[in-house]
């Protein structure tokens, strides 16, 4: 069975950091990305990455703030996110596929329950 579980979510201040991570059991995915769904709008791509560690641009709204790796060894994907605004306030969801990387959300073959990321201005 196969299971994303995402953790690292809370309350930050702005200006702040975050690391979330995701933990893939159940098999290997070629491409893991992060998307994010903010109260009353539409889930929002925000990076993927392959398995040999190349990335899918970062979504516009997160360019030079975050940055998503891996490890391999722990099927794991990470999302670093730094300088938080109060914008970034939003359920980060975790999602897999056995394809190339891709910022299209229907690509997706698996998801994660989302974990819950608040900015305090």
């Known amino acids: 069975q196969v299971q994303l579980v995402e953790s690292g979510g809370g309350l930050v201040q702005a200006g702040g950091s975050l690391r979330l991570s995701c933990a893939a059991s159940g098999r290997t995915f070629f491409a893991m990305g992060w998307f994010r769904q903010a109260p009353g709008k539409e889930r929002e791509f925000v990076a993927a990455?392959?398995?040999?560690?190349?990335?899918?641009p970062y979504g516009d709204s997160v360019k030079g703030r975050f940055t998503v790796s891996r490890d391999n060894a722990k099927n794991t994907v990470y999302l670093q996110m730094n300088s938080l605004k109060p914008e970034d306030t939003a359920v980060y969801y975790c999602a897999a596929r056995i394809g190339r990387p891709s910022s299209t959300m229907d690509e997706y073959d698996y998801w994660g329950q989302g974990t819950q990321v608040t900015v305090s201005s």
């Open positions: 990455i392959n398995w040999n560690g190349d990335r899918e």
